[in-house]
Antibody, heavy 120, light 110 residues
Framework: QVQLVQSGSELKKPGASVKVSCKAS????????MNWVRQAPGQGLEWMGW????????TYAQGFTGRFVFSLDISVSTAYLQISSLKAEDTAVYYC?????????????WGQGTLVTVSS | QSVLTQPPSVSAAPGQKVTISCSGS????????VSWYQQLPGTAPKLLIY???KRPSGIPDRFSGSKSGTSATLGITGLQTGDEADYYC???????????FGGGTKLTVL
C-alpha cells in the first residue's frame, strides 16, 4: 500500500533553516508527482507546489518562491522541502501528498504531516 | 480568502444526511475534476471523493460527490459521531496553474 512517511516535528529559531523529508513506499516513486501543502494553525490547506519526480523540476505556487525549495533523492524514494530564513509565520504543519492517476491535480495520498514551529 | 467557497460549518443529528457545498468558477470547478477530503482532528487529510464522484477503495458509500457547473457538493448519509471533522474540496485552477482548496467546513454531529 502507498505510504508517505515524513520526518518529525521541528522547533527552529527565526532566521534558521529546516529540511522536511517525505519517504515514499508501496509504488514506483518516479511514476507520480509529489505535492507540498501547508496548513497554518487553525487554518485551511494551502498548496505550495509540486515536483516532477522524473525530472526533478519543481513548480512553486504564488507565495512560495525564494525561500522554499523542493528536492528529491530518487535512490531512497524521498522528497524534501527546505525552508530558509524562517519566520514566525512559517509555523505550520507541512504535508507531502502524492498525485493520483490523473496527473497533477488534487492529491491522492498524504503524509502524516510535519509540524514546524518557528519561535525565539 | 480561498479560491473555492465552502460554508464554515454545518451540523446535523446522528443518522441524518448533510450536504456541503463548494463554489468556484469556470477556471477551476467548471472545467476540472473535484476532490473532497476529510480531516479528523489532529490528523492528515484523507481523500474521500475524486473525479467529482468516485470513491477510493475503503471509503463507504455513505459518502458521495456531485458537480454541476461551477459548484460541487459532498453528501454524507447515516451520520455518525465519528464523521465530525473538517471537510475540504479541492481542484485544479487553469488560470492560476495551481491546486486550489476551499476554506474548509466543520461538520458537527449533534
Amino acid at each position: 500500500q502507498v505510504q508517505l512517511v515524513q520526518s518529525g516535528s521541528e522547533l527552529k529559531k527565526p532566521g534558521a533553516s529546516v529540511k522536511v523529508s517525505c519517504k515514499a513506499s508501496g509504488y514506483t516513486f518516479t511514476n507520480y508527482a509529489m505535492n507540498w501543502v501547508r496548513q497554518a494553525p487553525g487554518q485551511g490547506l494551502e498548496w505550495m507546489g509540486w515536483i516532477n519526480t522524473n525530472t526533478g523540476n519543481p513548480t512553486y505556487a504564488q507565495g512560495f518562491t525564494g525561500r522554499f525549495v523542493f528536492s528529491l533523492d530518487i535512490s531512497v524514494s524521498t522528497a524534501y522541502l527546505q525552508i530558509s530564513s524562517l519566520k514566525a509565520e512559517d509555523t505550520a504543519v507541512y504535508y507531502c501528498a502524492r498525485d493520483g492517476p490523473g496527473g497533477i491535480g488534487p492529491p491522492f495520498y498524504w503524509g502524516q504531516g510535519t509540524l514546524v514551529t518557528v519561535s525565539s | 480568502q480561498s479560491v473555492l467557497t465552502q460554508p464554515p460549518s454545518v451540523s446535523a443529528a446522528p443518522g441524518q444526511k448533510v450536504t456541503i457545498s463548494c463554489s468556484g468558477s469556470s477556471s477551476n470547478i467548471g472545467n476540472n475534476y473535484v476532490s473532497w477530503y476529510q480531516q479528523l482532528p489532529g490528523t492528515a487529510p484523507k481523500l474521500l471523493i475524486y473525479d467529482n464522484n468516485k470513491r477510493p477503495s475503503g471509503i463507504p458509500d455513505r459518502f458521495s460527490g456531485s458537480k454541476s457547473g461551477t459548484s460541487a457538493t459532498l453528501g454524507i448519509t447515516g451520520l455518525q459521531t465519528g464523521d465530525e471533522a473538517d471537510y475540504y474540496c479541492g481542484t485544479w485552477d487553469g488560470s492560476l496553474n495551481a491546486v486550489v482548496f476551499g476554506g474548509g467546513t466543520k461538520l458537527t454531529v449533534l
